[in-house]
């Protein structure tokens, strides 16, 4: 059974990661890809793997539309056909690139690693509410599979202990209601509602003395990891309608990288500061956790170690769950279609 | 067959390693372990995998005797059950850390990895020597097998060309009579006696000009590699009794980190010059060449790389023998253990 | 089937390497073997890995032709046979260390992994003209399979790419012709001439403004990765004779060092420039595209990763095939030797 889940939209990378007529080189799902931008404005991807001799396609030159290969100089189209030979003989016509269908949406590109004739964009997750301009949109790498970076997003009562120094949010959570739902669309919600708490640190100048407030974290999960968080803060007993700050609205898409690092897509307010105190949150406190988590699984299914389950764990397993079901449906498919031929 | 003897005792520390009232990770026989330092004077000895997402329990804090974890705040005490849960649940019953026997004795924890009914106390061997005020006792890590770092120890013959710079024995091994012997309590010893031979280099000062002395050195063996050095020199002709220096006796005590590595647990005088000495001899001298072996095994089995065995060999591979029953004989009652439940 | 043709002749070092009575510690084919430089002028070629305990020999003395183990003292000669042991006992007759047939040949030493039975000196390749005293021999190490390195040496085409900052071959080999010859002696060719062609840069000011000439790049290689190339330069239409500069030849030799790293045997000018043009086309240009085909392999094999073939390839495919048959052989004649015996 494959690691991954095929038939579902990625995100690649953020619009602005690949230049304008250039190309970006990144590992996804344990493969080398290359993100084209061409001349129309679309993009193509491609296996940044020459067929004739392996090499890096990416460190090529992209002329035309067309990806000439930086050691022989044999040149691709944004199909994967080879379309140029500097040589005096046609272009050998079975050296083709492989490629995958990628939509330009949300400021990100999309790329569908499965069967392209079900590459529907109507399926990508709604994230319109990345598109502002004044927030930053940004990537790391976490040295961590990616079903443990869901564990960390979709299970926030990590916050009252990793996350006290950067966001002190006061011993809230441990007094708030957590409710799991799948909605309509498939997405899976984790909700921490809190009514009457003390507020978080950051929020003090905003408010009296004394005051309390209604606080929200709700977390939606699409398969396989693009998360959206929903931050809420209103002042207690007006039914969450004096906001203390405007909504709040995040992403936290996950791509895996390899079966042991992943690419985290996120963003912040576009200001020094915020982009400080997310790298504090992200890489000095989630990211020495789930690498050691890592770390100590090594080579071992998640399942075969045995975890011990929480009540707050709900969300992250019916996550888990619902990928396991994912891959299981299209190790069946496949075996189906096997047997088909063969039959 | 395991790499490893099981129902042994191992030192996992020197007592001074861990904080008082604080924790000590360490791998140890290739696994994560947390040495924790309780209220009542005594240790405990959890693994270091928390059971719930197997982040390090040591990377938390340890409050009256619970040790709790730094991800999501579970509590555990020292028999590795779970009795705090932060969040309203009770504590997962099912959510149990690994713990093993430890013992504190002759300034070190002894653990003892193999069936805890069986870790009898008596049976760590006997370095009541080592408690000493004017003697340091210090660790390092040897990137070797521990069986190879006890064929150096168990082999001094090598002093003659790999400690010719540092202690200096002046070729006095080669005139010497080795006698490898086994006593009533399973020790192996390895004893080299040098009679009116040429001082060593350090010892001059104290001896007149062509004076002769009577030189031994005795290296006693406990499973798995629990080592014991005594050294002696006396003039001359004075049948042992007119000791040039106090007798001396140390510890070489090999733990196996994993199975290229194994911790060192080593003494010297608590001055920076025994220091230094002790760190020529171990890290320059002895390891690169240990190093050199593992890595000229890699992952071949020692005996299937067949060595060539020598005469001076004798007690280093009747310590390797005695290891392969051990193996041998816990493989053999975990097979009759299987069977019998089978039965 | 063995990665390696084993009864071949492969250069492990140039001359110079080995110090004049002392050692040479190199990895060749997966192993490490050490050459001593003997007092009757010749070499030998042993393990260098002490049958005792595994350490290298070469880190040991070379005494009167005697190679002294650094551990314990064994002493073996250049035939491998333990000849000294310091410790009252005999010398262990089962302590052998291998070796293998080494030639000092055309300044360079060259060994035998195969049967010593057929190691006849008369089938080391011809290179008797790199011994020439302005000439510089060097070598580096690549990071990848050498048959990967050959495809780059056998397919110049790639300089009109990789090469164009430092060759600056002004795109002459565009309008080659080229022809692939395998002559009596086995050797295969890979020729390509250009006739009255824009010259490279580096002639030019050898030339008058817009002079054409006559160029050939002849490269020859035999099995393993022993190659010479040949560069000439002509005025055009004097049918060859009217040279530019002298005829060039150099060697490019090729000798794995693992299975994905190989040593480039190469010379150039004895001057600060050559040296740095050379180590600005191997090191800069060609090893990075090398490094990356191999990284992009990783373990597959070559041929299992479908590569596409170009009519450019013709010479390197027909080294590869050459290579397959050989490893053919080698392992048939291993099978019937196995059935002869048991039968
Ligand atoms: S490797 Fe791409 S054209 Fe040869
Ligand atoms: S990982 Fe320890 S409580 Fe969650
Ligand atoms: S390792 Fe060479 S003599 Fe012992």
Redesign the interface.
Known sequence: MSDYVRNLWYLGAWDHEVPEGGMLSRTLLDE?WLIASLSDGTYAMLAD?C??????LS?GRLEQDVIH??????GFDRTGA?VH?????PP?A??RARTMPVVHRHRGLWFWPGDPDQADPASIPDFAFVDRADMQRSRLVIQGHYE?VT?NLM?L??A???HVASFGVNGS??SGRQSVVTDESGAIWNNWDMEAVTPPMWAAPMLGEGDRVDQWLHMRWHAPAAMALAVGLARAGTGRKDMVVPPMLNPHIITPETRTSSHYFYDHEATPEAEALARQVFVEEDE??IE??QQ??GEQDFWA????????DAAAIRARRRLMQLRRAEAGAEEKAILAEAG
């Open positions: 080398k793997r067929p004739h001799r392996f090499v890096p460190k290969c930086p050691y022989h100089g044999l080879c030979n500097p040589f005096p003989a050998p079975h050296a443990l564990d299970d009562t990590h009252e202990f990793l959570i441990f020495p956790m050691a988590a100590a699984l170690a045995r975890p011990a389950i929480l009540e707050t």
